[in-house]
């Protein structure tokens, strides 16, 4: 709600003290208040804002097009998940506590990992690919990056690409 507290505080004057002066004395009263309801709406508008995206991709790819005025969703902004596809046959001598791992493709028995260093996750989880109307500049970059950090969910990492 909009408040005019410098009018407000003239109106709570009684008549007989309206006066030029008076009313100019009060509204200088009034400004530090005025200005701290301004600041607090403004906040609460972007705090809004904020709490609206959450770490889906569909929030991220918008306030990135937001940021850099793509009006198109299409030619804007895409995210692509990086998770391990396949299906895998892990076999591990119990004895030895997971020191010499076979992984063999499902449908083959050849050999594809030997060590517990090759079957690691992937350090990032998703790309960020960015649209060719933006230039990968160090500024560019550390606004994606400041933008897409403050979306994602914490265990998710990634990196940016050019489409």
Known sequence: MVIDYRKLAVMLLPTFLRQALAMAIVRT??????ELHDKHLNESIRRVYELGHTGQCCHIKEALNKHFSIDSYADGFQLEDLDAEG????????????????????????????DESSILPPTQTFKVLVPSCVDLSEENTAI????????????????????
């Open 29 to 34: 009263f009034a400004s530090p208040i005025q």
């Open 87 to 114: 299906n895998w046959i892990i076999a591990y001598d119990e004895d030895e506590a997971f020191e010499n791992v076979m992984i063999f493709a499902r449908n083959t028995n050849e050999i594809i990992v030997w």
């Open 144 to 163: 994606i990056n400041m933008i897409v950090n403050k979306y994602r969910l914490a265990s998710r990492t990634f990196i940016i690409q050019k489409i």
